[in-house]
Structures are given as structure tokens and as C-alpha cells.
């Protein structure tokens, strides 16, 4: 059972387009919220992150939006450029939980054309 | 730091051979994750470690799969005998939590560059 469900699968924008892409989830508990971001032949590395207690985080041209009340968040890249193609990944952690890990979601496969 | 070190890089192997892949997780880190990455299924956790010690296998897809975690800075995932849907990118990854004055520090997972496997 997908714990975080992401969509859509694949995205393509024009340079300096907004690129959206959006998260659900069902855990209550869960209550650490972060994007990762994956180059071709790299690994998927943190790039923007949010806790429940705020509503968007703001880190350059990246933004988190989270609504509690809907269990969805999601993640705006605003001007995007070419080199933000790259795949990205929502997850969702129970800071609370002994387990320690972490529930990611299928992947957005994100072009940006110049 | 060197971040967390994989190798092989890339392997392709023969159906039938085992395969051994190794992950050097950060120094000072107490988990330690194992992901299979595909294109049909995505980003899928096989197994992870906490202080040395398997917490949850259930990803591991059948007992052709073997994971061993013998000391902090040191773990392999074999796959013995190998068969080409197996082949994927293979990640390892870890992150530090224990003894953080706030939990928020140790949430992020740091990945290595992965294991491209090709079985064919």
C-alpha cells in the first residue's frame, strides 16, 4: 500500500513556467514533509523540506505548500529552468516513531524545456 | 564528508551469478537503507538498519535477496542467483538520529550515487 501518493508522473514546462506537483497522505501521525530531488545517474538528495505547524515554506524558487486538513502538500517550482529537469520525490516521516524511516512517493519526472 | 559510498557502480552479470553490492553509510550515521529504484515500480524500500541491526526486511522481494550490516561503516546486499528482473538501480543510503537534542536534524536520508545492475 502507497503510504504518500504523488502525481502527476511526468511534467513538462516551458522555461520560466510554474511546475506544481502534488502529494496525498493518509497517516495522521505522519509529521515531517520533505522533497528530494534526482539527477540522471545521481542519487535523490533533500531539497526543500516542511513540519505541519506551517502552511508554505519558501526556499528560493521552490515552495512548499501543505494542507493539513486535506493530508496533501505540494511542491511549486516557480521560473523554471532547464536545469531543474530532474525527477522528484515526496516523503512523509513519523518523526514520533521508533521505526525511522521514510515513505516516499513514486516520483515526478519534471522537463523543462529552454 | 565523502557522503555514502556504493560500489560497484555498474555491474552487469549473467542470470544465475551472485551479485554483491557494498555501501559505506557517513561516519557517526545509525541507520542505514537499502532501495531498489525501477522505472516500473519507482523508489522501493528493500530493507533498513538501525544501530547495526535489521529493523525491516519486508521490501526484500523473495530470499534470493540477503542483506548484512557486520559493523557501523560497512554493509552488502547480495543477490544470489541473480535473474534479469533484477536488474535496477540499487541506492544506499543512511542518517543520523540518535542523541539529537531536537529530532528536526536528524530527518534527512543522504544517498549514495547507486548500483546499476544489469542481468541479462
Known amino acids: 500500500q502507497q503510504q504518500v501518493k504523488q502525481s502527476p508522473q511526468s511534467l513538462i514546462v516551458q522555461k520560466g513556467g510554474i511546475s506544481i506537483i502534488n502529494c496525498a497522505y493518509e497517516?495522521?501521525?505522519?509529521?515531517?514533509f520533505p522533497w528530494y530531488q534526482q539527477f540522471p545517474g545521481k542519487g535523490p538528495a533533500l531539497l526543500i523540506a516542511?513540519?505541519?505547524?506551517?502552511s508554505e515554506k519558501k526556499e528560493g524558487r521552490f515552495t512548499i505548500s501543505f494542507n493539513k486538513s486535506a493530508k496533501q502538500f505540494s511542491l511549486h517550482i516557480m521560473d523554471s529552468q532547464p536545469g531543474d529537469s530532474a525527477t522528484y520525490f515526496c516523503?512523509?516521516?513519523?518523526?514520533?516513531?521508533?521505526?525511522?524511516?521514510?515513505?516516499f512517493g513514486r516520483g515526478t519526472q519534471l522537463t523543462v524545456w529552454p | 564528508d565523502a557522503g555514502v559510498i556504493q560500489s560497484p557502480r555498474h555491474e552487469v552479470t549473467e542470470m544465475g551469478q551472485e551479485v554483491t553490492l557494498r555501501c559505506k553509510p557517513i561516519?557517526?550515521?545509525?541507520?542505514l537503507f537499502w532501495y531498489r529504484q525501477t522505472m516500473m515500480r519507482g523508489l522501493e524500500l528493500l530493507i533498513y538498519?538501525?544501530?547495526?541491526?535489521?529493523?525491516?526486511d519486508s521490501g526484500m522481494p523473495e530470499d534470493r535477496f540477503s542483506a548484512k550490516m557486520p559493523n557501523a561503516s560497512f554493509s552488502t546486499l547480495k543477490i544470489q542467483p541473480s535473474e534479469p528482473r533484477d536488474s535496477a538501480v540499487y541506492f544506499c543510503?543512511?542518517?543520523?538520529?540518535?542523541?539529537?537534542?531536537?529530532?528536526?536534524?536528524?530527518?534527512?536520508?543522504?544517498f549514495g550515487e547507486g548500483s546499476w545492475l544489469t542481468v541479462v
Open positions: 538498519f538501525n544501530n547495526n541491526v535489521p529493523i525491516d
Open positions: 516523503a512523509a516521516l513519523d518523526r514520533g516513531s521508533t521505526l525511522g524511516r521514510l515513505y
Open positions: 543510503a543512511s542518517r543520523y538520529e540518535a542523541g539529537q537534542p531536537t529530532r528536526s536534524s536528524g530527518n534527512t536520508i543522504y
Open positions: 497517516n495522521t501521525a505522519f509529521d515531517y
Open positions: 561516519s557517526g550515521h545509525d541507520y
Open positions: 516542511i513540519r505541519p505547524d506551517v
